[in-house]
């Protein structure tokens, strides 16, 4: 049993704050990278942020750097995504995925493994 799940999803005013967790469960994370990205309707699928399975690299899209905070606790078997001054157009559906890596992480991995469920993130004017 390998499972995903994103939440912590809701609908949330312009410049409000979200904090979405991406829990596994079925295998131990702290092996693995994790992303998370986001899909608005119409709209093709996006990386939004990566963090490294120690936790020590994060990278992050230029549209949502400086708002957007990825950290993870491998304890909890856990990776968050806290969403700061959020704005209209972050509205969509944010999942989460992860994939098993060697060596240093110099960017956000093409590829993953094991994907979750989508929470559902909205920000009204």
């Known amino acids: 049993q390998l499972q995903l799940v994103a939440s912590g999803g809701g609908l949330v005013h312009n410049g409000g704050s979200l904090r979405l967790p991406c829990a596994a469960s079925?295998?131990?994370?702290?092996?693995?990278?994790v992303g998370w990205f986001r899909q608005a309707p119409g709209k093709e699928r996006e990386g939004v942020s990566c963090?490294?399975?120690?936790?020590?690299?994060?990278y992050y899209a230029d549209s949502v750097k400086g708002r957007f905070t990825i950290s993870r606790d491998n304890a909890k078997n856990t990776v968050y995504l806290e969403m700061n001054s959020l704005k209209p157009e972050d509205t969509g559906v944010y999942s989460c995925?992860?994939?098993?890596?060697?060596?240093?992480?110099?960017?956000?991995?093409?590829?993953?493994?094991?994907w979750g469920q989508g929470t559902q993130v909205t920000v009204s004017s």
């Open positions: 995925a992860a994939v098993r890596l060697f060596g240093r992480l110099l960017g956000c991995p093409s590829d993953y493994n094991y």
């Open positions: 079925g295998f131990t994370l702290e092996y693995y990278t």
């Open positions: 963090i490294s399975s120690s936790g020590d690299r994060t």
